[in-house]
């Protein structure tokens, strides 16, 4: 695969930090804009919690937004794991969305990781 994206949750972002040896993976997450600060923004996904994400200066999200962020797992402000995003795609209205079809494709994507990505190296 030339650039793997795995789908994940908040829970899943410590599986794909950065590491001594490797660069941050990039991951995608799925979620409601809550909070926009300069240059920060957070993402509620679901009943997961909060991401926080680094935004570059070309993203534009709107507050209320579904959004799907694909970014590089680092850490954030107090040790946190967050994304800095390197592309956002807008989903529209959150009611227009199952939410947990998104859970279960995740779950998919984590329980048969050969098809979706190579594991990351601990």
Not at 56 to 78: A, F, I, R, W
Not at 92 to 100: E, F, I, L, M, S
Not at 108 to 114: E, L, V, Y
């Amino acid at each position: 695969m030339s650039m793997q994206s795995p789908r994940v949750l908040p829970q899943h972002l410590a599986n794909f930090q950065q590491n001594a040896a490797k660069t941050p993976h990039t991951v995608r997450i799925l979620g409601t804009v809550s909070e926009l600060q300069g240059e920060t923004a957070k993402v509620a996904c679901g009943t997961h919690g909060e991401v926080t994400i680094i935004l570059t200066p070309d993203d534009h999200l709107q507050m209320g937004k579904l959004v799907e962020v694909v970014g590089k797992v680092v850490n954030v402000e107090g040790g946190q794991l967050g994304l800095r995003v390197l592309g956002t795609s807008d989903w529209g209205n959150p009611a227009d969305c199952d939410y947990k079809i998104w859970e279960n494709l995740v779950d998919a994507t984590h329980r048969i990781k050969t098809i979706f990505y190579d594991a990351p190296a601990n």
